[in-house]
């Protein structure tokens, strides 16, 4: 089942990268597909990257037309938007918004209409197809909502559903973790530089040992610390490094990374409730 027309409401960094998977993946044909943004400067670069219609303003135009539209303003952004495609929204539409730390319930207190709403956290590798997103819907969405909303996202990478409150967690795996790996490849070209290879010889290895131990991760689907003791021999040279890591809490230190962010990310939304409650 596939949505009829969608656009895209703010569609700056995350939003072109959508648009461009939902055309690739042929969730949406170009004449079914739009998008707003602020400037007519960014409306003109994208019309002209996607050939798609694209306008400076006109949410509410755009939302009314649509079928399925993606909010993907900034999320102090998303309360203005949202109040300002309220009256253009009608049941059978379905809202997706990515917006980070805004829960459904703020979205649904501004538009206030009974309309399928759902959330997604995807991340930045998105803009290549290999994006990693959990979406939670509220109460009114159905099976094939659920399905063409996980169709838009599984065009730019892998989709799964979580409970809404599960994405403080989310945000701190797969949101910011494209930050956490490319640390450790940084790491790994700095430690291959530092044993005499070349930058550009260092980089490629790093880079396709990290995309190629998740391939495997997934293709196997063995536990990592199965694959990882396939690596070792007795006595042997990754046993060595493997020690130095553990003397140094590598697992440990990523485990409470991903706690201290999912701690952070409740903090941020409690403190955008409270600002939007003062408004
Ligand atoms: N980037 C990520 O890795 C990532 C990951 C997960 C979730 N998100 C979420 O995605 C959302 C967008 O992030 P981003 O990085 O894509 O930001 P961005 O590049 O700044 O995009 C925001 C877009 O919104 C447009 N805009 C601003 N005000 C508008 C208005 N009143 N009406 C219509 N369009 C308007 C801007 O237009 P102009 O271009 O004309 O300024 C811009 O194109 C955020 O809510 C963020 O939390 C992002």
């Known amino acids: 089942m596939q949505p009829q027309r969608i656009t895209v409401v703010g569609a700056g960094n995350m939003g072109a990268a959508l648009i461009g998977g939902i055309l690739k993946g ?3 044909s170009r004449e ?6 602020k400037s007519e400067e960014s409306a003109r670069a994208l019309a002209e990257k996607y050939g798609i219609a694209v306008t400076a303003g006109g949410n509410s135009e755009a939302a009314a037309a649509a079928d399925l539209i993606i909010a993907a303003v900034k999320p102090g952004t998303l309360p203005k938007v949202l109040a300002e ?10 809202l997706i918004s990515v917006a980070a730390a805004v829960p459904i319930a703020v979205i649904e207190r501004v538009i206030a209409r009974r309309l399928a709403v759902f959330r997604a956290m995807p991340n930045i590798p998105v803009v ?8 939670a819907g509220n109460g009114l969405c159905n099976d094939a909502q659920r399905e063409i909303v996980a169709n838009v996202f599984r065009a730019v990478g892998v989709a799964v559903f979580v409970d809404e409150d599960l994405m403080h967690a989310v945000t701190a795996l797969s949101g910011s973790g494209p930050a956490y790996v490319y640390m450790v490849i940084e790491a790994m070209i700095a430690g291959g530089l530092k044993m005499g290879l070349s930058r550009e010889i260092s980089t490629k290895l790093a880079e396709q040992t990290v995309l190629g131990a998740a391939k495997l991760v997934r293709e196997t689907t063995l536990h990592p610390a199965v694959l990882r003791d396939q690596v070792i021999t007795p006595g042997g040279v990754t046993i060595s490094a493997i020690h130095e890591l553990e003397r140094h809490g590598l697992r440990s230190m990523l485990i409470s990374a991903i706690e201290t962010a999912t701690r952070h990310s409740e903090d941020r939304t409690r403190a955008l409730i409270a600002s939007l409650e003062q408004r």
């Open 85 to 94: 495609i309220r009256d253009s929204l009608h049941e059978g539409q379905i």
């Open 26 to 28: 042929g969730v949406a």
């Open 128 to 135: 290549v197809e290999e994006g990693a997103t959990a979406i």
């Open 32 to 37: 079914h597909l739009t998008a707003t943004v």
